[in-house]
């Protein structure tokens, strides 16, 4: 499709991030072969629907990526310029690292997710041939919700994770630190592209609402093997899982449609900067320590002390 040449907004400006830089880190990280899929114990809902948002990451992000390095050839400030750089690094250390996670689960016993795989890459091919600001719309609403994510996994970690699998649980929250770190990148590509309002309020809901989707078809597959979705009990916790995410996210997306929104405005988790800070401290290709479930406050895994 031919679409028209790329300019930079006139009356866009770049403004400080709160970070002082979005580092690409080494994902020196690895998953046990014997991983269990139902990796929170006493909740397979969760465990299916986390399972189900990692299936949709080896889509959406390299869709970030490609839509990211596209805007980026037109734009003329060179903070903004780097700050794309170095998200696209980050993403694409994501994507490989849920791919590698995906393949697991579905070779431990979930080989039907294959099939949300394929529907969603037919989706995402479809959406690649849309208009870049509406791609530039759709990726800042997805790093708007991300920024709920981020909020909600690390402030309610102890009520989420407790005692689950310790791999899991830190590369989800290792993700949403970064994914905190560089929260400002799509929104300021959008702005500098565009900025008008209304598309980018219409990419809050197809951004947010379209990876959301995708996870809960995952999640629905999984249970569907499971021959689970009949139970009282596993009804019980669709509901509550689907209320707790509209609670914790619900906010963020409500703030992003506002005309005056900026992802400067939120605050950032202190475990998200004990976490930036600690991993600094880590001699260059040293594994990344995992967070231990099993303790109650599951602080940052780097001996550093305060958490939130
Ligand atoms: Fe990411
Ligand atoms: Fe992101």
Known sequence: MSQAPYKQAENYRYAPKQVDE?????????????????????HVVRSHLFNGFSLTMPYLEPFLVKTMREASAAIQVPELQEDIRQFNGQEASHYKCHR?????????????????????????????????????????GFECMTNGFTHWLIT????????????????????????????????????????????????????????????????????????????PRVVAQVIRETCSLIWNVGPYLLRALSPRHNPRGEVDPQWMQDWIAGHASLPAGAMIPLVDTNTLDMPVPFNRAPVT
């Open 156 to 231: 309610k970690r102890r009520k989420l994770f407790a005692h689950a699998d310790p791999h899991i649980s830190s590369f989800w929250l290792m993700h949403m630190v970064e994914e905190t770190e560089h929260k400002t990148v799509a929104f300021d590509t959008y702005m500098a592209h565009s900025g008008q309002y209304l598309p980018r309020a219409m990419g809050v809901f197809h951004g947010s609402f379209h990876v959301l989707g995708y996870g809960f078809i995952g999640m629905f597959a999984a249970l569907r093997k499971d021959a689970v979705l009949q139970q």
């Open 100 to 140: 590698r996670l995906n393949e697991i689960v579905k070779t431990n016993g979930y080989e039907e997710l294959a099939e949300v795989e394929d529907r969603m890459q037919r989706s995402y091919k479809k959406l690649g041939g849309r208009s870049l600001r509406t791609r530039l719309a759709y990726s800042a």
């Open 22 to 42: 979005i580092i690409i880190r080494q994902f020196t990280f690895e998953f046990p072969d014997d991983l269990n899929p139902y990796w929170i114990p006493g």
